[in-house]
């Protein structure tokens, strides 16, 4: 593991590991949102390498013993992979990330799209609306002129 989880982030594993819903999560934890439990865990779940409840609680127990996580029993789902597929990580021994989501995970903080109204955009959007004004008046400026040199045609005839 690369990252030590926060204290958060361990109670939220701990409780999701016990088979608590993300709303009994906040309730027991007092959090504002579910949204903050969902984000909690989601870091965990990036920092141990894994993408659901009961393989982040089966970790949590092995990377901190000092904290007993209750982990339901439950029927587990068959491996996709086969077991000879499955590589390990040398600080760990746990599976290394094989789907294209774990390692879309694995990005971290790169893997947020840029914002829409900051950086680049806004100077880009503003550039393009000053442009389009800039010919408007341009076009303006040339039908003014046309007209004064059609007036001044007419009065000369």
């Known amino acids: 593991m690369t990252e030590r989880l926060t204290p ?9 590991g016990a088979g608590l819903s993300d709303k009994e999560i906040r309730k027991h934890l007092g959090m504002g949102s579910e949204r903050t439990v969902q984000g909690h865990l989601a870091r965990a779940y990036t920092k141990l390498g894994v993408h659901d409840r009961r393989t982040a609680a089966r970790l949590l ?3 901190y013993p000092e904290l007993p996580v209750p982990i339901p029993q439950a029927a587990e789902p068959a491996s996709p992979e086969p077991a000879s597929a499955v590589g390990s ?3 760990g021994g ?6 294209l989501y774990d390692r879309y ?3 971290g903080r790169w893997r947020q799209p840029p914002r829409w109204f900051g950086g680049r955009s ?9 442009i389009v004004i800039g010919l408007g008046g341009a076009m303006a400026l040339l039908r003014a002129v046309f007209e004064t040199v059609e007036l001044i045609q007419f009065w000369l005839r």
């Open 8 to 16: 958060r982030e361990v109670e939220c594993v701990r409780l999701a």
């Open 94 to 99: 746990r599976a290394a990330p094989r789907s």
């Open 89 to 91: 990580d040398p600080d």
């Open 105 to 107: 995970a694995a990005l």
């Open 122 to 130: 806004l100077l880009i959007l503003t550039t393009a609306g000053l």
């Open 61 to 63: 127990g092995n990377d």
